[in-house]
């Protein structure tokens, strides 16, 4: 059991900001007495999206009993700014709660936050009683909620803790560290200028490698030719990257009828149908991707943690890389209540 925190902290309020998927600006005044669950977050991150099938299970569960759930959602990438992205994101990912804009990091800054997901569980009197960092130890955060909606009210009919993902059956292995463009095995271009790439014959864990032209703006990579690959070799089950279609803040989005297309190769062959990632998709003998807005696109899904090199080819200029993220957890599952929410 994880102990509540004390001394108690009053919940910053929240400074005025846009605010998505609700009909008005949420205050954590207006919620009391409910319990306020305060979810930092950010719609390409991994350990996020990972959290998320329980968020969505909790809200279903608490919500008549007095839990109310609010996400910060705090971009990494300035393509994360936009509304209609994370909007985007909200309607994809099922998330049923209002979720405040933070593109600034006031609410982060406010909270003295310090990496994504965060997790804030608020009583009924505006306290901090409770924070957790990571995608992990979520029996026992269900176990603190249901300890204060005992508070606000002593005689709630509450239901069994689900069974959860970090349960003694789960097995997480170590993997290859998520990387962004920094981690080019190669020095990065200078002042936005294209230079021509080429791949090395060793490639090391947990850096990337390119071939092609390509250019550094803002936070991303940019392919400028028609040609590009991006090598990688990792160690993991999973594998996911953020892409977009385009490096310009104007014209990210692509139809989805002419999305920009990449073939995905594991270990110099197509990547396997078992192994396909949720994005992948088969083209005749070619394992394809298809990039139409900014996301995080999830690539491999081997079976077991391996060791392996991933390409990806790219036959017309204008993706942009921006970070790969990896996944071991091998037994786990979403919560019973959850699945295909």
Not at 31 to 43: A, G, K, S, T
Not at 176 to 193: C, F, N, W, Y
Not at 216 to 230: H, P, R
Not at 295 to 324: C, K, P
């Amino acid at each position: 059991m994880m102990d509540l925190d004390d001394p108690r902290v009053r919940a910053p309020e929240f400074p005025p900001s846009t605010w998505l998927n609700t009909y008005s600006e949420v205050s954590l005044h207006s919620l009391r007495p409910n319990v306020v669950l305060l979810d930092f977050w950010e719609y390409t991150c991994i350990s996020c999206l990972r959290t998320l099938p329980y968020l969505r299970a909790w809200y279903e569960r608490y919500t008549d009993l007095g839990l109310s759930i609010v996400g910060v959602h705090t971009p990494e990438f300035r393509f994360g700014r936009r509304p209609e992205f994370v909007k985007a994101a909200i309607g994809r990912l099922g998330i049923g709660w209002p979720v405040v804009l933070d593109n600034d990091q006031h609410i982060w800054t406010n909270y003295a936050n310090c990496c994504w997901p965060t997790i804030y569980l608020i009583d009924g009197q505006g306290y901090i009683r409770f924070t957790h960092a990571g995608d992990h130890d979520y029996t026992q955060i269900e176990s603190i909620i249901q300890t204060l909606l005992r508070d606000k009210d002593p005689a709630v009919q509450l239901p069994p803790l689900l069974e959860a993902e970090d349960a003694p059956n789960a097995v997480c292995i170590p993997t290859t560290q998520e990387i962004h463009v920094d981690a080019l095995g190669s020095p990065l271009p200078r002042d936005e200028k294209a230079e021509e790439f080429s791949l090395p014959g060793d490639l090391t864990d947990g850096h990337f490698y390119l071939a092609g032209t390509w250019r550094l703006k803002n936070d991303g990579l940019t392919l400028s030719g028609e040609n590009g690959t991006i090598a990688l070799p990792y160690h993991a089950a999973d594998v996911y990257a953020v892409l977009s279609p385009s490096p310009q803040v104007d014209g990210y989005t692509r139809s989805e009828h002419s999305p920009l297309k990449i073939e995905i190769l594991q270990d110099g062959q197509p990547l396997p149908v078992v192994d396909y990632g949720q994005d992948v998709f088969k083209d005749q003998d070619r394992s394809m991707l298809r990039i139409d807005i900014p996301r995080s696109y999830h690539i491999a899904h081997n079976s077991t943690v391996r060791r392996a090199e991933l390409q990806m080819r790219i036959l017309e200029a204008g993706l942009t890389f921006f970070a790969f993220s990896f996944g071991s957890c091998l037994t786990a599952d979403p919560p019973e209540e959850s699945r295909g929410a």
